[in-house]
């Protein structure tokens, strides 16, 4: 019998592991306390759902390829030149324009220990090796990644802040990294979590993107705005930066509903300051007590925390996760993170970060072993 020769990937493809996203249900549960894939416990926008339910009619057509509606909407929102926004199905089709435009075989992009697993898996997929700089306290190290700069690196992706860890590095560093990288290498600031952070000496990537020629920054509807399920990201760019992802880009990437949605919800900005009022109440107040009942916290910007747990003693992180699943709440194990013995909750309505608390107040006093 003779063997068919079978279509082969490039081989970097067959090196990922695809990637998981956070549990929605949990085994035998009707209703859950999702809190895994730090969407807003508030919602869309109710001016986005209304405009997402307007559009509905002429299915058949397709939709502005240009995505022009939108990329105007975004530039008189944070004050950016149109022409160089590039918005794509959710920032994981950015990041992957970018790692398919910029990368080939035998290229290098660097991304630091527990950063976003989209970065190696764009990486692998476009053909080029990912490597991987050290963090220091669970944050991104610029050194650590000037220190892994070889002839063959191409880009280094930051998220700032960064997922899983909710770690950021101020702006002063964001600066230090560009000048310390050669010129050729593409900086890629993935500020998805952005809108949620406050304090002073962060700043997203515009400035970066606007005073140099090689640095990138990338933002998503997904998170404070409430639409995930619609898939909307964009990056902002240096011209030619525009331009290649413009050539690459999928002709009608972002579909028509989520362009009417994504203004609608950057006109609600009143909606989006809730959800940060919202998130710095709650990220504070959860980081507080679940250090009280015994959990280390690692301290975050974002609109989550990583929950560090122990091993043994009936109070690992998989303990945890079962224990919560039997309460309806679904948190994100954050192993394939290089997290084995954490979880990360994504800060929920009062109702489900309360019940998150109880759980795990009960959890960690069972044996006595709580401080309280
Ligand atoms: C750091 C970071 N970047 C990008 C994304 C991708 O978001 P989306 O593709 O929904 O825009 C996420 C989503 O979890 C993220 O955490």
New binding site residues.
């Given amino acids: 019998m003779t063997v068919l020769e079978r279509p082969q990937p490039r081989p970097g493809v067959l090196k990922i592991q695809a990637y998981v996203p956070g549990k929605s249900h949990a085994p035998g549960v009707a209703k859950v306390f999702k809190l895994s894939?730090?969407e807003t416990p508030l919602g869309a926008s109710p001016k986005a759902i209304e405009a997402y339910g307007a559009v509905g009619r002429h299915l058949e057509d397709y939709p502005d390829g240009a995505s022009s509606e939108l990329r105007e909407a975004i530039g008189r929102a944070f004050g950016l030149d149109p022409s160089r926004i590039v918005c794509g199905a959710?920032?994981?089709?950015i990041?992957n324009l970018l790692a398919r435009a910029y990368l080939q075989d035998g290229d290098e992009a660097i991304h630091t220990t527990h950063g976003?697993l989209?970065y190696p898996i764009a990486t692998l997929g476009a053909g080029a090796t990912p490597v991987v700089a050290p963090e220091k306290d669970f944050t991104a190290d610029v050194d650590a990644i000037l220190a892994k700069v070889t002839p063959r690196t191409r880009i280094v992706f930051l998220?700032n802040p960064?997922?899983p860890t909710g770690t950021y590095i101020p702006f002063d560093e964001v600066k230090r990294l560009r000048a310390g990288l050669p010129d050729h290498v593409l900086l890629v600031l993935?500020a998805?979590?952005a809108e949620y952070v406050r304090r002073n000496d962060y700043e997203a990537g515009i400035e970066l993107v606007a005073t140099t020629q090689n640095t990138v920054m990338?933002r998503?509807?997904?998170?404070i705005y409430g639409l995930?399920y619609l898939?909307?990201?964009w990056a902002y760019c240096p011209a030619e930066v525009a331009d290649v992802l413009n050539r690459i880009r999928g002709p009608f990437n972002v579909s028509g509903p989520a362009i009417a949605a994504g203004v609608a919800a950057l006109g609600d900005q009143a909606w989006v300051q809730r959800a940060v009022e919202h998130n710095e109440l709650w990220r504070s107040r959860m980081a507080d007590e679940l250090f009280v009942i015994g959990l280390s916290v690692t301290p975050s910007a974002a609109n989550f925390l990583l929950l560090h747990f122990k091993k043994g003693n009936g109070k690992s992180a998989p303990e945890a996760n079962e224990f919560l699943h039997e309460k309806r709440i679904i948190l994100r194990r954050v192993t394939e993170y290089g997290f084995p013995d954490a979880l990360r909750m994504t800060m929920g309505t009062e109702e489900e970060n309360r019940a998150v608390l109880d759980a795990l107040t009960s959890f960690m006093s069972a044996n006595g072993s709580s401080r309280r």
Avoid: M, P, Q, W
């Fill in positions: 894939s730090n959710g920032s994981d089709d990041l976003f989209v998220a960064n997922n993935d998805a979590y990338t998503t509807f997904s998170k995930a898939r909307i990201g």
